[in-house]
């Protein structure tokens, strides 16, 4: 499965090696998404990617982009292409956590509480905006996220299997925003932009609308893999081998950003075993059964970019936080 290009943060594929059988079909599987989803989105081979990375991983997605760019249908096609359970929030000022998470609801025939479920009861998760939303209702999801349950009345319910959420903001609009605390933001395993389409692809976008193509129709979309796919994914995700010198690898840069002068917040332990986790399923992806260097450095940007924090004047000198995690990637050595 190829990555996309250099502003994405992630490499392109490198050779694919030989796997077992059942390993491979499943790779395969997993990169006809890629085909699937441009049927209705142009481009955006990244995060599809990504995406896909984080399913592997059992983790989450923050997607960041501005308005008009496809987010949205984005992950709605790729639902539809895995033949997962999808349900879409729009996170508003006056949205109240069981309106995520659901609620106990008075029964009059059966003069009881009933449990009704909440859209998070589902396999993927679109939370729409997700930062304009007051922080008691983002902090509805930190349970989801990180437990994969919901408790309501004291029990605890257990969401279903796989479980994503994969939450949108506007990088340039924040009137009436609420910034996620760097306690969530942690809970995300990669933060994925997604760009503007080069003119080329921006034409392929209009010629499609010219066509009649409609955004909300997406009949035309087919299931070309399954959970069961997932499943052999994560299974042959979990033998893939780390020796230590990568492993040391990790944690040098890690560490790095933690000493860096222009920051104030640097990469956690969490964030580490995301990054060598995001680094796992792409050798996966990539048909090795190893983890290399490069597959770190592939993985740096989607997973450590949220997780830095620029102090004020290096913001104000231009600094941004992929030419910060670059910068570091240059300065700590590359084992051999």
């Known amino acids: 499965m ?28 997993l990169a006809g ?17 990504g995406l896909v990375i984080a399913l592997l991983c059992r983790g989450h997605v923050l997607l960041e982009g501005v308005p008009g760019v496809a987010k949205t ?17 729009q996170f508003t000022p006056d949205l109240m956590p069981g309106d995520v998470t659901g609620s106990l609801i008075y029964d009059a025939k059966t003069s009881e509480f009933e ?19 007051p922080p008691k209702t983002q902090a509805a999801l930190l349970e989801a996220m990180e437990e994969r349950q ?43 932009t997604v760009p503007l389409p080069p003119r ?14 409609d955004p909300r129709d997406l009949s035309h979309i087919k299931a070309v893999a399954t959970i069961a796919d997932l499943d052999a994914g994560r299974a042959a995700v979990s033998q893939v081998h780390t020796g230590p010198e990568v492993l040391g690898y990790i944690v040098d840069i890690a560490r790095a950003t933690r ?13 580490a075993t995301a990054l060598l986790a995001g680094a796992r399923a792409w050798a996966w992806l990539s048909g090795r059964s190893y983890v290399t260097p490069d597959d770190v450095k592939a993985l740096a940007r989607p997973s450590m970019r949220h997780r830095i924090q620029l102090r004020p004047e290096a913001e104000l000198e231009g600094a941004t936080a992929d030419g910060l995690i670059d910068a570091i990637l240059a300065s700590v050595p590359v084992p051999r």
């Open 33 to 49: 998404l890629r085909a699937e989803v441009a049927k209705a989105v142009v481009g955006q081979d990244a995060v599809v990617t």
């Open 150 to 192: 919901v408790s309501v009345d004291g029990k605890p319910r257990g969401l279903p299997e796989p479980f994503i959420v994969a939450a949108t903001q506007n990088p340039v609009e924040y009137e009436g925003t609420y910034q996620l605390p760097e306690a969530q933001l942690d809970r995300f395993l990669l933060k994925l």
């Open 259 to 271: 000493q860096s002068p222009s920051l104030q917040l640097g990469v956690s332990p969490r964030g």
């Open 2 to 29: 190829t990555m996309p290009p250099e502003n994405s943060g992630l490499a392109q594929t490198p050779p694919v090696a030989e796997t077992a059988p059942g390993a491979s079909a499943a790779r395969e599987a």
């Open 200 to 213: 080329d692809q921006e034409i392929a976008v209009l010629e499609r609308h010219a066509l009649g193509f």
């Open 115 to 133: 449990f009704r479920q909440g859209p998070v009861f589902t396999n993927l998760l679109l939370a729409d905006e997700i930062n304009r939303t």
């Open 73 to 89: 249908l984005l992950v709605r096609t790729l639902a539809a292409a895995l033949s997962l359970d999808f349900k879409r929030v």
